[in-house]
């Protein structure tokens, strides 16, 4: 392959059973190129063994006085100079060209197991090793790989100079068949504890890594608590640590280095005193003498890339063990696009749903039963459908969760009250369909108008339902490039924009660039330079933009003022009419404009309704949207409708302690209200 047809069509599946595996699997996949530089080597190593012949032959044509044969020879040594510069260019070229490829396909290759995984890699591998693997790690696998074929290329040209010595002069020839292979194999003792100095480098490394990485992503908060000094002197440590490491590898190394040239010096002066032995006798001629000792004298330069395969393997096999652990994590629930119906396991466990009293205005039509409809095996496809199974189509209708009981009917706006963020947060990412995380392993699939969507490959799914976490990510570029994601198109970016009031960050955006389009100016890395409820809101714009079949969003303006905040839930509202949405909160002013509230209670659904009539009605519900404290929900208590309206309003218009805008507390007056919350003397 070359280099102009990157990236990969399809990278492959690797072998990530282990580090040696999975070099041994680029390699494999690579055969073609390895072959080529195989070729290549040889012409270049075996026209360097071959100079020490033509030389030899035109030492001996002077001596003898023939100029016939100087000139042969002479004629000779030019094309074997040729040879080896040929070799050596093409060599070059294509031993790079595997080490790109190599190194290309890894990356694609973490790049999927990246987006397959999304927020869940993170929760199993340090983001500071993610970033090691994918930059250093793909580096030192692809040298590997690249010095394979250079070392392959070396050893059949010892294997060939050591036999073609035993012909041309079996005297000297045996001296080097004995020498080469002990001057090949000498520094095998000492890579063990090379290899051993170079992981413990590595490893320190990578917590060096991991530490600046963390530190740089909490860097804002750090200046707040003044922490910044104690970061920086456990980095200075940790960096110490790897330059003592890197010092006590460097050592090893140097010896091993020191090793490969001794050895070989050692060769050269007893085959030279052998051979002036020899001669003196007459029993081989100063053309031979000359012959041999040049021939083993220049295969200290295929001798050397022994010592390089040998560097190469420490540093990669260490590399190829990480990024293996990388690409070996799985989902808990792996895609089977095959299973369209629901396992009997999974209907055993499965809830009625919602078997609370609710209120008849937040009722609406539930599903007959839990199996999928024929409608939504038709959807996913069925084998008269001409190669729709293979090409599922996205589900529509409500979606449910078996494992809570939720159920969030299809064109509503269903806000869901949990008392545990991190039990939100799961929840979230299961309404999404192939959830990561460990405690979603053994529950029933989410599905949206019947169809599991665990079931569904992992980009239908995502189409079908898009999730936005608590902590959204914004990529570094222009805003146009952030908006420019794949979408349905009924939503426009200015939409989009208008309805998660992003007019302010429009505007700080115009003041910090040269041009006065707000879509061409360009965001920091992770935006770091907007306030956490700016980010908050152009994330919730991406995510308006695609339009999906259900949008699930965690936590959207938790980082937003509460006049803000009432605008986001109108301008939601408005423009997702007609759509699936669940939103993950405890905000009143979010609360009191969806169509139906859920509230769980310790992973189940415990009641459904209205926020107006939740607050009044559920206890519990009450103290987790109005942060009662224990003492608070346990004093007999006469709630008013008036306070029921103008209670979670007041307690909404709260300033965000993220949010750098400038906020205005507005109270509602309550004061003619007799009917407020009133606590007994303790």
Avoid at 61 to 85: F, H, K, N
Avoid at 188 to 195: E, K, N
Avoid at 622 to 649: C, F, I, L, M, Y
């Amino acid at each position: 392959m070359h280099i102009r047809d990157l990236p990969y069509a399809d990278p492959g599946e690797p072998d990530t059973r282990s580090g040696p595996r999975f070099l041994f699997w680029l390699g494999r996949n690579q055969l073609g190129g390895q072959l080529k530089a195989l070729g290549w080597g040889l012409l270049h190593f075996l026209g360097i063994a071959a100079l020490p012949y033509t030389v030899g032959l035109a030492v001996q044509a002077v001596v003898d006085g023939s100029g016939t044969r100087l000139a042969v020879s002479g004629g000779v040594i030019l094309l074997t100079g040729v040879a080896v510069a040929l070799g050596d260019t093409m060599l070059h070229r294509t031993a790079i060209t595997n080490w790109i490829t190599a190194a290309a396909r890894t990356q694609q290759l973490l790049a999927r197991k990246t987006a397959v995984l999304g927020a869940a890699l993170t929760r199993r591998v340090a983001a500071g090793e993610v970033v090691a693997v994918s930059t250093g790690d793909v580096e030192k696998i692809g040298w590997f790989v690249e010095a394979l074929s250079r070392f392959a290329a070396a050893a059949l040209t010892l294997l060939a100079v050591c036999v073609g010595l035993l012909v041309y002069q079996p005297a000297l020839g045996a001296v080097v068949a004995i020498g080469i292979p002990v001057l090949a194999l000498a520094v095998l003792p000492l890579l063990p504890r090379a290899t051993r100095r170079a992981d413990v480098q590595r490893e320190k490394a990578g917590r060096a890594t991991e530490l600046a990485s963390d530190t740089v992503a909490g860097l804002r908060v750090l200046r707040g608590i003044g922490g910044e000094d104690l970061f920086l002197d456990r980095y200075r440590r940790a960096s110490q640590e790897v330059r003592t490491a890197a010092v006590r590898s460097a050592r090893m190394w140097a010896v091993i280095s020191a090793t490969q040239v001794l050895l070989p010096g050692l060769l050269l002066v007893a085959l030279v005193w052998y051979g002036v032995h020899l001669a003196r006798e007459g029993r081989i001629t100063v053309g031979e003498l000359v012959t041999v000792y040049s021939a083993v004298m220049l295969l200290n330069y295929p001798l050397r890339h022994f010592e390089e395969i040998a560097m190469a393997y420490s540093f990669s096999r260490p590399s190829a063990k990480r990024a293996a652990r990388v690409l070996s994590l799985e989902r808990t629930r792996p895609t089977t696009p095959d299973r369209v119906t629901a396992t009997a396991s999974e209907r055993v466990r499965e809830p009625a749903w919602e078997q609370v009293p609710e209120p008849a205005s937040a009722r609406v039509p539930e599903p007959a039963s839990a199996p999928m409809s024929e409608q939504a095996l038709a959807r996913v496809g069925s084998p008269s459908s001409g190669g729709a199974q293979d090409e599922p189509a996205v589900p529509a209708g409500d979606l449910q969760d078996p494992a809570t009981g939720l159920l969030a009917p299809a064109g509503s706006l269903t806000a869901v009250v949990c008392g545990d963020p991190d039990a939100a947060g799961r929840l979230a990412e299961r309404l999404g369909g192939h959830p990561a995380s460990e405690e979603a392993a053994g529950l029933p699939s989410v599905r949206l108008g019947g169809v599991p969507l665990d079931d569904l490959p992992l980009d239908v799914a995502r189409t079908a339902v898009l999730v936005q976490d608590k902590d959204p990510v914004l990529l570094s570029g222009t805003l146009r490039a952030l908006l420019d994601v794949p979408a349905s198109g009924a939503v426009s970016p200015r939409r989009a924009l208008a309805a998660a009031q992003c007019g302010d960050v429009l505007d700080a955006l115009v003041q910090g660039s040269v041009g006065d389009d707000p879509m061409d100016a360009r965001l920091t890395e992770r935006g770091r330079s907007l306030s956490g409820g700016q980010r908050q809101r152009l994330a919730l714009a991406r995510s308006l933009v695609t339009d999906p079949e259900a949008l699930v969003l965690d936590e959207p303006t938790s980082a937003v003022d509460s006049h803000t905040e009432a605008r986001i839930a109108d301008g939601l509202r408005g423009l997702r009419a007609g759509r699936t949405t669940v939103v993950l909160t405890s905000s009143p002013l979010l609360l009191d404009r969806a169509d139906r509230v859920v509230f769980l209670h310790d992973g189940e659904v415990g009641a459904v309704g209205e926020h107006r009539e939740l607050i009044i009605t559920d206890p519990r519900y009450r103290a987790v949207v109005t942060r009662e404290t224990d003492h608070e929900a346990a004093a007999p208590a006469k709630v008013s409708a008036a306070a029921v309206v103008a209670g979670p309003r007041a307690q909404a218009a709260r300033p965000s302690e993220h949010d750098d805008s400038l906020r205005r507390v507005c109270v509602p007056d309550i004061t003619n209200d007799t009917g407020t919350d009133t606590e007994e003397p303790a």
